[in-house]
């Protein structure tokens, strides 16, 4: 009989499809809040307690909602130190390495309904999820790019490592294969999509170790952005960027708010001031 521990670690690497054709037989045993079905490529997931609904593209990422996705959606805000933060309109929220979306999802649930999402994410298995998870419509003013952004715009080898979500500019020693990826600057990609004075109340930055790439890249952009959430932990050939960061972040009129684990909140000092948000720190 085989063992069942490799059973279980086993079905990680199935496809979507029969992954969710046999969730229903794997959660006799978990017993999981969650359904899943196949739809588009991808897997739709439903939260039973809160009949909440996401779109996942691999099996590997199931295992976060053992707890109910509600549940997993509100610890990643709290992980970035967002959660008390209250917008009195619809903020403009940037994403950058969205995944499938679970930070816009969150933050449209728990910090403000009508948010507005631009979500940046490379890998395209997970951008297909992504899409279907922001909603893009005609009546949508939501904006997703597959794309990877640094300091400069071209095209760059991508090294993907897709089930554990370490893919990035950055090679590593779990690669499993490279591509080819349009990459450019945030500062040229706002100025296309927003209006000239528009202001963008969060940027979360998760780059898997290009993260001071990406803030040289964004020189004019921080310049009206509110906050700045990133993930600063050791993903560049095991050393942290907090560091680079915080201080080209400081440079930029920022000072650090709080911080969870290896996440981080920064605050537009300068911009703060003039403004009228319940929910500054």
């Keep these: 009989m085989p063992n069942m521990s490799f059973v279980e670690n086993a079905t990680w690497s199935l496809s979507p499809r029969l992954y969710a054709s046999i969730f229903p037989v794997l959660n006799m045993k ?3 809040p969650i359904q899943i079905t196949y739809k588009n490529s991808c897997m739709a997931i439903r939260d039973k307690q809160s009949d ?5 593209s691999r099996p590997t990422r199931v295992r976060r909602y ?44 728990l910090l403000h ?12 298995v997970d951008y297909s999820a992504l899409i279907q998870n922001i909603g893009l419509s005609k009546n949508s003013n939501n904006s997703c790019l597959n794309i990877a952004l640094s300091n400069q715009s071209g095209e760059f080898d991508f090294y993907l490592n897709n089930d554990s979500g370490d893919s990035s500019l950055l090679g590593n020693e779990d690669i499993k294969r490279i591509i080819k990826i349009q990459v450019r600057t945030l500062d040229e990609i706002v100025d296309e999509i927003l209006d ?23 020189t004019d952009t921080l310049k009206r952005t509110l906050y700045v959430t990133a993930d600063l932990g050791p993903e ?16 930029r009129g920022f000072s650090e708010v709080m911080s969870c684990g290896h996440r981080y909140l920064f605050k537009n000092d300068k911009f703060i001031s003039t403004q009228k948000l319940k929910g500054a720190l």
């Excluded at 909440?52 to 996942?56: D, G, I, P, R, S």
């Excluded at 053992?66 to 209250?86: H, P, Q, R, T, W």
């Excluded at 309904?113 to 395209?124: G, N, V």
Aim: proline share 5%.
């Design 30 to 32: 978990y017993k999981w």
């Design 52 to 56: 909440f609904y996401l779109v996942a």
């Design 66 to 109: 053992k707890f109910g996705i509600k549940s997993l959606l509100s610890a990643m805000l709290k992980n970035y130190c967002v959660e008390d933060l209250i917008f009195d309109s619809p903020p403009t929220i940037i994403d950058i390495g969205a995944n499938i979306g679970e930070f816009s999802m969150g933050a449209r649930l």
């Design 113 to 124: 309904p009508q948010a507005r999402f631009i979500c940046i994410e490379p890998d395209l």
């Design 196 to 218: 000239d004075h528009e202001l963008i109340s969060l940027i979360k930055l998760e780059a898997e170790g290009s993260e001071p790439e990406v803030l040289e890249g964004a």
């Design 236 to 251: 560049r050939f095991g050393e942290t960027t907090y560091s680079q960061c915080k201080e080209l972040l400081q440079l």
